[in-house]
């Protein structure tokens, strides 16, 4: 990815791991990476992997990323026809990082679906988690949530704090346009629009735009 958008200052990357596979130069090298600005947030998948989110293998990335200031986003909420897969990734567990690591940012990708109100109900308090809207539009999500619970968890997240919500489309798997027209539906203020669909991003990931 690094190689292929080389001169493409539009588009921006995060770097992963698995920790289940990968080795300790691994997070040497996205450390590298984070203080060349090379990429501008770590993403882990538990769930996908079979670990959980706060396991101790991963104390480095949450010091890494709390260091040279960039988020960690984590998949939340079922697999597509996976419930099983949600033990794994339960907000509970994101709740001991950030009371951990005050410092470090983290973006919870997907609200725990279809588990939307529980997921914020008990993250709400927390300043440095966010929620990016990745997958909310897909077919399977909103059948399984509801499209109300999914509609009525961002307007009531956005009017309590317009900054912790990040557009995301889970692109390559759900349809852009078709979460677009979802934020476009919320019962929400132009200035609130904007900022879901790219200021809460360049602020959160350091962009510098």
Known sequence: MLNLFDDERRIFIMGTLN??????QTIKKLDILAKEKEIVGIKIFPGNDKHYPNDSRLEAIFRMCAENE????????WNSGDSNAAKYND???IIDIVERYRGLKVVISHYFWPEVE????????FDNIYFDTSALEDYEVGEVTGRDNIINILERTISD???RVLFGSDYGICSIEDHIELINQLDISFEDRERVFYKNAIEVFNLGL
């Open 70 to 77: 960039i988020p960690l986003v984590i998949h939340t909420g």
């Open 91 to 93: 907000p509970k567990y």
């Open 161 to 163: 704090n317009s900054k």
């Open 19 to 24: 920790i289940l596979k990968d080795s300790k």
């Open 118 to 125: 529980y997921c914020y109900r008990i993250t709400k308090d």
